[in-house]
């Protein structure tokens, strides 16, 4: 195959996985760090009431749009209540209905939330309002009012500062005065500021929140401003005309509607408390690709039991193991025996932890050598010479475990969980290089192995890759592209710099 193709292969391997990767983590929201934790706020609404006996229909304004932040879950708790949302003027609204109730009344409303900053509505256009029917003398006022705004602003944002700033002036003109002699309230006054706007033509509307800090028990409902200028909704601070959202305002519903409707009930009372939590950013992903219907969550290891995931866990290092030999062994020039066996031995590593496993193979393997000698004097063919090297490596297994465990040596037991027949082939490939090409090669292949495994080990036992790799397999598709590169590689090894470095003319 032509080296353009092998180039080709490589790049198609590690665009499909890079894109993956990417797809995973900007969109989805997989975290790239193992235990990682995100703020998760649950605001629970408490709808209390008064029922005669009776039906009841209870309608409460619930959080639609809400730029900044995503919806882990919600949920209602009121016994003996249907409960359904749907939409409304002001974004959703939560029902609850029941055929007969009595007495004082109290359902609940909870649900929690995450930041994420991709979630905006500026994709929401309005149309343009209608001319509002304002009565005399207040249409005057209110005309007067626009004409200064308008003659001392230059667009949307501007017109609506300075609106703001002369309503919220210390000394107001009469026209102000008499446009909020009848505003009782922080949401009657953004409400009058919406229908200055309308009759200046602007799209604009009032928004109800919270800003999210911590935990709140007694929570209040902040009212806001939301305006558009054509292209993207803008925010002001309806008592100062700056424009800007508070930090982590959540948006519960929008519009003049009012918050909560009880037919059939009476002395409605709703009371609003936030909590603060910490959840895990692997769960929350999850849960936000469940929402957005991606198929790639139903092909997640985390969707496998637990000890399926634990087995894979393992697996998928074995790639990051293979890499590295193909470094050691292309690029570095580290002779070994065998191309996986160094990957296996250092998966035994990962068990016995690297200075106990070193000790244990480097035994294992020069007491199998030994005995491999001595059965060379009885010239056994090759299939029952390899079957009497496994048992003797088997019987030195169960000798090392049972001597470590009278010395009180716990980690000797881990002996057992070493490859046997990965032994028995390096003890019988370590002789029959011993004979053919003498010891120094023999015993430089047996280090080179060992060094080999070490380097695996090593980037194997890496938590945070090990984290990586199991939350997004399709980085081994870069990984595989790495292979292949090197695969193609026929320059100077570093081991071979240094070897031929007499011929190097000066």
């Keep these: 195959m032509k080296q353009r193709y092998v180039y080709v292969l490589a790049a198609l391997l590690a665009v499909m996985g890079l894109s993956v990767f990417m797809y995973k983590w900007q969109v989805l929201g997989f975290p790239l760090g193992e235990d990682q934790e995100r703020p998760v706020w649950t605001i629970e609404a408490a709808v209390g009431f008064e029922s005669g006996p009776g039906s009841i229909t209870a309608q409460l304004q ?153 935990r709140q028990r007694s929570a209040r409902l902040v009212s806001w401003l939301e305006v558009h200028d054509g292209d993207q909704w803008l925010y002001f601070n309806p008592a100062t005309g700056e424009e800007m959202l508070p930090d982590r305002y959540l948006v519960w519903w929008r519009g003049n509607e009012a918050l909560v409707n009880v037919a059939g009930g009476s002395n409605v009372e709703v009371d609003f408390a936030i909590q603060e939590n910490q959840f895990d950013a692997v769960a929350i992903a999850e849960t936000q690709a469940a929402q957005l219907g991606a198929s790639s969550v139903d ?124 032994i028995a082939m390096t003890i019988e490939r370590m002789s029959v290089v011993w004979e053919e090409r003498g010891a120094s090669d023999a015993m430089r292949a047996g280090l080179g192995s060992l060094v080999v495994a070490v380097a695996a080990y090593v980037f194997m036992g890496m938590s945070w890759l090990e984290h990586l790799v199991f939350t997004f397999p399709e980085l081994l598709l870069v990984v595989l592209a790495m292979v292949v590169l090197a695969g193609r590689y026929t320059g100077y090894r570093l081991t071979e710099l240094q070897r031929f470095k007499a011929l190097r003319l000066d």
């Excluded at 209110?142 to 500062?161: G, I, N, P, Q």
């Excluded at 002036?169 to 009058?192: C, H, Q, R, T």
Aim: charged share 15%; glycine share 6%; hydrophobic share 50%.
């Design 62 to 214: 619930i959080p639609a749009l809400t730029p900044g932040f995503r919806m882990l879950n919600e949920h209602s708790v009121s016994r003996g209540y249907g409960f359904g949302t749907d939409y409304g003027g002001g974004g959703r609204v939560a029902q609850w209905t029941i055929r007969r109730a009595d007495g004082d009344q109290k359902i609940y409303y909870r649900i929690s939330v995450y930041e994420d900053e991709s979630v905006d509505v500026s994709d929401t256009i309005p149309p343009f309002p209608p001319m509002p029917v304002i009565n005399e003398p207040l249409k005057t006022a209110v005309d007067v009012l626009v004409k200064d705004a308008r003659d001392h602003s230059a667009d949307t944002a501007s017109f609506t500062a300075e609106l703001l700033r002369r309503v919220n002036a210390p000394s107001p003109d009469a026209n102000v005065e008499l446009l909020l002699s009848e505003v009782s309230s922080e949401a009657e006054f953004v409400g009058v500021i919406t229908k200055v706007l309308a009759s200046a033509r602007i799209p604009s509307r009032v928004i109800h929140g919270f800003p999210l800090a911590g």
């Design 299 to 422: 092909f997640s290891l985390y969707s496998l039991p637990i000890q399926t995931q634990a087995v894979y866990s393992v697996l998928l290092m074995i790639p990051i193991g293979a890499l590295v030999m193909v470094i050691m062994r292309n690029l570095v020039g580290i002779d070994a025996f065998g191309t996986f066996m160094p990957v296996l031995i250092a998966l035994a590593f990962r068990e016995t932890k690297l200075l106990w496993g070193v000790i244990l193979f480097t035994l294992l393997v020069a007491l199998g050598l030994s005995i491999r000698f001595l059965l060379e004097r009885l010239r056994l063919l090759l299939v029952p010479r390899l079957s009497a090297v496994l048992i003797v490596v088997v019987l030195l297994m169960l000798f090392i475990s049972l001597t470590s465990h009278r010395l009180g040596l716990e980690t000797g037991l881990s002996v057992a969980l070493f490859p046997m027949v990965i």
